[in-house]
């Protein structure tokens, strides 16, 4: 059993990880600012097979150098070491990249980009000081390669987030610290996007089993991912993307 924080543990992508990981018998620590989601959370992993057992919530402030450094102090007092970061952060918004104000510029960059900046900044040290290492698993999407029309923010908010995980991996330099990303090259069927979802979206539990993968392997054997050294692609299972055709 590794202990795993996945901070964005709550989210669409994110809560589908936890289950996952709770499956395959690891300790998964998810920290949140909102009680509401957590709460959702353990409600929707409680009575599963996973259950709830090794499901560790905290409520924090995962998005600021200072919040971030108070749960990595709790966590290694109450829980130890971390042997996998797993950050499956981000938004979304929607509009035209010359019509963003500078603080809508601001905004988005803070949610999509900055939280990945602050998360690596405290978090992978613990990785790189504790004996045995870690590793790191940052989780992505297809706009860092696609500009979304309409979208532009995220997608350059997405092609920087891989560029950190990137130079990330290249500056440090202890063998025991593995840096990958899973880019998720296509749009993600989650609870709350399965109204809309067409049938050759990628489902958020698809991306939990890739990830448990990774979390055991540093590589995954599914067929819908192609590995380019540290960076995994996932995109819809060819059998899907040739039905919809």
Known sequence: M??????????????????????????????????????RLRRDVEGTPAGSGNLVTLTGEIGTVDGAHTLRERIAREFGRLDVLIPSLGGWWEGGLLDATPAIWDTVMDEMLRTHYVFAHVFV??????????????????????????????????????MLTRALRLEIEDPAVDVLEL?????????????????DWIT??????????????????????????????????????????
């Open 204 to 245: 958020a539990d698809d991306v939990g089993r890739v990830v448990v993968e990774l979390v055991a392997h540093g590589r995954t054997s599914d067929p819908a991912t192609h590995a380019s050294g540290p960076i995994v692609r996932m995109r819809p299972p060819a059998h899907i993307r040739s039905a919809v055709r």
């Open 125 to 162: 040290p613990v990785l790189c000081a504790q004996l045995g290492g870690g590793r790191y698993i940052g989780i992505g999407g297809g706009a860092a390669y696609h500009p979304i029309h309409r979208s532009s923010l995220v997608s350059i908010a997405a092609a920087a987030q891989l």
């Open 183 to 199: 880019v998720v090259d296509g749009p993600v069927r989650t609870r709350d996007s399965a109204h809309l979802a067409a049938p």
């Open 2 to 39: 590794k202990q795993i924080m996945v901070a964005g543990g709550t989210g669409g992508v994110g809560e589908a990880i936890v289950r996952a990981l709770l499956a395959a018998e690891h300790r998964v620590i998810v920290p949140s600012r909102s009680a509401a989601k957590l709460e």
